[in-house]
């Protein structure tokens, strides 16, 4: 799934994806905070930018594989929504951060990614590390429900 510029930036920050995420992905920008980076990797998974994902993660992190593990994780996810629920440093000038959020997506069924996910700073670019899989989370029956359907979520998911 392709968002045009002009549509909200699926990272869900509250901007358009061509004033948001996009100018990460296509080179124009790099993220200042570990929680842009965080949201723009996001961005990338829901557009399937598997370039900017391997770019982003620590060189160290990297592995055998890891283009066909995306593509072929990207090519069955929808991803449906991003929360972030806490982040620790990780600002311009600090060269370590730390995001926990939860990432919705639908594959076929509906799921979750709850993760604290580290972050370092090198040669002036955020790097994604690694992060530790938290339990899930879910929505109280008044939230929205993360399929992005528009209702609360004991009116959809929830029942």
């Not at 996001?42 to 399937?48: D, E």
């Not at 996810?77 to 990432?103: M, P, Y």
Request: net charge positive; glycine share 12%; charged share 20%.
């Amino acid at each position: 799934m392709k968002t045009a510029t002009t549509e909200d930036c699926p990272c869900g920050g509250g901007q358009a994806f061509g004033g948001c995420c996009r100018p990460y992905l296509v080179g124009e920008a790099t993220a200042e905070t570990a929680e842009q980076l965080m949201r723009s990797r996001y961005s990338a998974y829901h557009q399937g930018n598997i370039d900017y994902l391997i770019a982003t993660h620590h060189p160290t992190q990297r592995y055998a594989g890891q283009r066909a593990a995306i593509l072929q994780s990207t090519a069955r996810t929808t991803w449906l929504g991003l929360r972030v629920l806490a982040t620790e440093a990780g600002q311009a000038a600090d060269s370590q951060g730390l995001v926990e959020f939860v990432a919705y997506y639908k594959d076929p069924t509906l799921g979750q990614v709850h993760e604290r996910s580290r972050f370092t700073r090198q040669k002036g670019r955020w790097l994604y590390v690694d992060g530790d899989g938290l339990p899930p989370l879910w929505p109280r029956r008044s939230d929205p429900c993360w399929c992005g359907s528009g209702k609360k979520y004991k009116a959809c998911h929830g029942q």
